[in-house]
Each structure stands twice: as C-alpha cells, then as structure tokens.
C-alpha cells in the first residue's frame, strides 16, 4: 500500500466518511472510492454501494480480474432520546458490542453525568440535537421518553435521516397515537413501535436487550422480518 | 488500545499506528484478510500491522496463524512483492501453525511504501 493511499484513508475516517478501497489482487494497484458521494462513477458501483450496506468486504471476481473490496464504513453510533432507567442499561450495553453512544435529554435532572458517567450527553432539545448529529446509515435512533414533545421532534428528524433503525418506546395503543400525530409525514413504517424484538422483557435491563436485539437484526439483516 | 469488539475501531487505530511507524522510520507491512470459508474468527476487512522487529497489532485469526503471518511480513518487508497467503484444515502448514478452528482463511500482505 502507498503511504499517500493510507493518508487519504486516515483522513476519510477522520471525517467519518464511507470509503472502500479496491486492491487488484494480480498487480497490487489500489484505488480509494467513496461511492456515496453524488458524482461517483464506478464500474463496480453497485457492488460498492451493497458491500457497504451489508458492511461487508469481499473478493470480486470477474473473468480478467480478482479485486479485494475492502470497505471502511464510520464506526456504529447509537442515538438515544431520554435519559431514563432503560438507557442507563442500554448505554452499557451498546458500548460494548461497539456502538458510540450520544444521548439526548434537554431535562438535566435526567441526562447528567452523575447518571451517565461514560456517556456523551447533550441537554438540547432533540431537534436542535439531532440537526447536530446528522444521523447516517451507520446511526440508529432510539426514541425512549414517552413524552410527545421530546419524542415527536427527534423522530421527525430521523425520518427523514438514513438511519437504519428507528424504535420508539411505548405500547400499541401508544404508537397507534403517536402515529396519528405524526400523520402528515412520510415513511412512518420506518418506525419499530412497539420498540424492540418480542422476548417477553419485563424490567428495563430486559427491555434493554430486546432493544439492542433488534438494532443488530436491522443492522445485519436489513429489515427483512 | 486495540479494542477487539469494535472491528471499525480498532481498524482506525491500526491504519493510524502504521501511519505512525513509517513516520518513525520503521518497516511496516499490512495483513488484510481477504476471504474465510467455514468458522473463522476473524471476518474479511480484518488487519494487522506488523513493523521489521516483529511487533504486531490487530489480528487476522484468533490467534492461530499470526506467527505463520509475521515470518511471511517480514520476508515482504524486504522484497516488496505482495503475497496472498492462504491457510486451512487440510493444509499441512495450517495444521503445523494450529488453526485447529476448522476453517480455511486467505490473509493479503503488502508492504507500506514511501511512494
């Protein structure tokens, strides 16, 4: 590899943009791609934007050629809205499985390091918050107040993000409600409500799991059921 | 510093420490996993950095093949011609190194050049 490939690599995770770097595995000549830019033009565009998706690296074979496609994506964050009892397990467990965790809760009584020692916390309101974080395909947003006025602008914002998950906490009857409110806008489907994989969770370590399940189901298996 | 959990993590750390050992002077070359079969611990994408006094970071198996790798690293080090280094069950070399996990793992290593 030359060192100028691994600058450019270095600075693209820097500023956490997706970057895949092909190796012709015949010759050694590498290329550093970043497909999600609007004005790429790539042969193997497609297969780029899939390996991406799937997060994947892999050997592409055509008749000619053996190309290794390596593909660096920014690292996984989690964005929770609502400093409560079930985040202070979620955040734990996110951070291990490899997750930066950002959480949101303008109510400082809540969202304090006290609370959340190891933890970023921003008290703005999750609209200001989230216009901040630009959630990407590599962020998941989960949504765990049950207030309306701190839920209701965060999940605006995701919509129209490319998060991969989106889950709001609350009940059928809850996000039957909350549908409604939220009516005008589009793509409501994205949202997982009631929140998290149905393991019958009962406290909130529990609900915790379930989360967290279902974020590495949309994760690795898209959302396919 | 290398945290194994955090694959994207712990890749940024190892491309950015390489960065550092060449600016240090050091030889250094790269192990990249680039194809596994059957049960393999570590995924295609995975690296390890290894510099011309055999110090290594990151990882291309849990364990069983890196020493196989750095003898290899070191020899590319020198002459500069990339190598695709393949191991597995059945593969007598394999065996001798211990990749007792049952699956077979193709690892790319190059050398990081000045230009």
Redesign the interface.
């Known amino acids: 590899m030359k060192r100028a490939i691994l600058d450019e690599l270095n600075l693209a995770k820097a500023r956490k943009e997706t970057t895949v770097l092909l190796t012709n595995l015949k010759n050694g000549e590498q290329e550093l791609i970043y497909p999600l830019r609007s004005d790429v033009k790539h042969p193997l565009l497609d297969d780029l934007k899939t390996a991406i998706r799937d997060d994947k690296s892999y050997v592409h074979v055509t008749e000619n050629e053996e190309t290794f496609i390596q593909v660096f994506n920014p690292p996984l964050r989690l964005i929770i809205v609502g400093a409560v009892h079930i985040s202070q397990f979620l955040v734990p467990m996110a951070q291990s499985v490899g997750y930066e965790v950002i959480l949101i809760d303008p109510r400082s009584a809540f969202g304090n390091k006290t609370r959340f020692p190891n933890c970023e916390i921003t008290n703005e309101w999750p609209d200001e918050a989230m216009e901040d974080l630009k959630p990407d395909h590599r962020t998941a947003v989960v949504l765990l107040t049950h207030d309306p006025k701190l839920d209701d602008p965060a999940l605006e914002a995701s919509l129209q993000s490319d998060a991969f998950y989106i889950g709001a906490l609350g009940s059928k009857r809850t996000h039957a409600k909350r549908l409604d409110r939220l009516s005008s806008l589009n793509n409501l489907k994205r949202i997982e409500g009631p929140i998290g994989l149905d393991i019958g969770a009962k406290n909130p370590a529990e609900i915790a799991v379930s989360i967290l399940a279902s974020i590495t189901k949309f994760l690795r298996h898209g959302d396919k059921k | 510093m290398i945290?194994e959990?955090?694959?994207?993590?712990s890749?940024?750390d190892l491309?950015?420490t390489?960065?550092a050992w060449?600016d240090e002077g050091r030889k250094v070359a790269?192990a990249?996993v680039?194809?596994t079969w059957g049960s393999s611990p570590r995924?295609?994408?995975s690296i390890m950095i290894i510099d011309q006094n055999m110090t290594m970071l990151g990882s291309v198996s849990g364990g069983c093949i890196e020493g196989a790798v750095i003898q290899e690293a070191l020899e590319i080090m020198d002459h500069g011609k990339?190598d695709?280094l393949e191991f597995g069950v059945g593969d007598e070399q394999a065996w001798n190194v211990g990749l007792a996990c049952g699956g077979t793992i193709?690892v790319?290593v190059?050398?990081?050049?000045?230009?």
């Open positions: 945290k959990n955090g694959n994207e993590t890749t940024e491309l950015k390489a960065a060449h790269l990249t680039i194809k995924q295609a994408g990339a695709i193709q790319y190059e050398r990081l050049e000045a230009t």
